[in-house]
């Protein structure tokens, strides 16, 4: 499928071992059964949970060394992503856009251009007056992708995204 001199990585674990080599990394938390809560932290050490009492791993065979959880979050954490953006001159350029090289003629091209963005700027001073300040957007839909068939499993993205960059970014 690719030419014989492609640079992919040659399977999953070269492509993981890239990945967290540029921050790009996953954390594996274990949560609940019932999502009443995560083995995180201080209750890293916890098997049951604290409100329902629901085992965290589930009941295998005797033979098995290592223990599997019920259910695991994978979380992506936030802060090396949002250093990456400021990593490169070019993408810190852009990080600053919204502030050094934006348009104010009362023409709605970008949500700095909104009223809300305006509302908060004069709320927070402090905050707006440093332009290389992160401002995110939220997105989330779960949703099963296997439908009716299987309700063991559910995906819940959630989409970040920062306001910072222009709009062709």
């Known amino acids: 499928m690719l030419p014989t001199d492609n640079c992919l990585p040659k399977d999953h674990k070269h492509a993981q071992k890239v990945l967290n080599g540029l921050g790009l990394g996953y954390e594996k938390i274990h949560a609940c059964k ?12 916890l098997d049951t949970c604290l409100i329902c009492n629901e085992s965290r791993f589930k009941m295998t065979s005797q033979n098995r060394t290592t223990k599997i959880p019920q259910k695991v979050m994978r979380y992506l954490p936030l802060k090396p992503r949002l250093q990456r953006l400021y990593m490169s001159t070019h993408t810190a350029t852009d990080m600053r856009w919204h502030k050094k090289k934006r348009v104010d003629d009362d023409v709605m091209r970008h949500p700095a251009d909104g009223e809300a963005w305006k509302e908060f700027d004069r709320t927070f001073p402090e905050f707006a007056a440093d332009p290389r300040n992160v401002r995110l957007g939220l997105a989330t839909e779960g949703f099963n992708p296997y439908g009716v068939l299987n309700q063991h499993h559910s995906t819940w993205p959630i989409f970040v995204f920062p306001y910072n960059l222009p709009p062709w970014k």
């Open 34 to 45: 019932n999502n009443c809560m995560l083995f995180y932290k201080e209750h890293e050490t």
